[in-house]
């Protein structure tokens, strides 16, 4: 099995920064790709951002140029630094992961349970 815990949320004033954290842990071989994605009340869940094993990176055209994602493939962990926050920023934020579990096995997808990001004054 694996286990995703986000870490990292709270609320923040417009324009300021956050940190988001994620680590993955469990029967691990390989994470594909890891990602995150936000859902605010009344809204679907939207990808956020999410990078490969291989460092390539995908933003959402809202995000691009504020948030950063990084991951660190020795520790299954992945971050989200979150800069210039505006309010249309609060959401509930989910870690998700594709992880493979033995050499030559299928994909499954794994999220985090989430943490709140709230932008307000």
């Known amino acids: 099995q694996v286990q995703v815990v986000e870490s990292g949320g709270g609320l923040v004033q417009p324009g300021g920064s956050l940190r988001l954290s994620c680590a993955a842990s469990?029967?691990?071989?390989?994470?594909?790709?890891m990602g995150w994605y936000r859902q605010a009340p009344g809204k679907q869940r939207e990808l956020v951002a999410a990078?490969?094993?291989?460092?390539?990176?995908n933003y959402a055209d809202s995000v691009k140029g504020r948030f950063t994602i990084s991951r660190d493939n020795a520790e299954n962990t992945v971050s989200l630094h979150m800069n210039s926050l505006k309010p249309e920023d609060t959401a509930a934020y989910y870690c998700?992961?594709?992880?493979?579990?033995?050499?030559?096995?299928?994909?499954?997808?794994?999220w985090g349970q989430g943490t709140q990001v709230t932008v307000s004054s």
């Open positions: 998700e992961t594709e992880v493979v579990q033995y050499y030559r096995g299928p994909s499954f997808q794994y």
């Open positions: 990078v490969t094993s291989g460092g390539s990176t």
């Open positions: 469990g029967t691990i071989f390989r994470i594909n790709v």
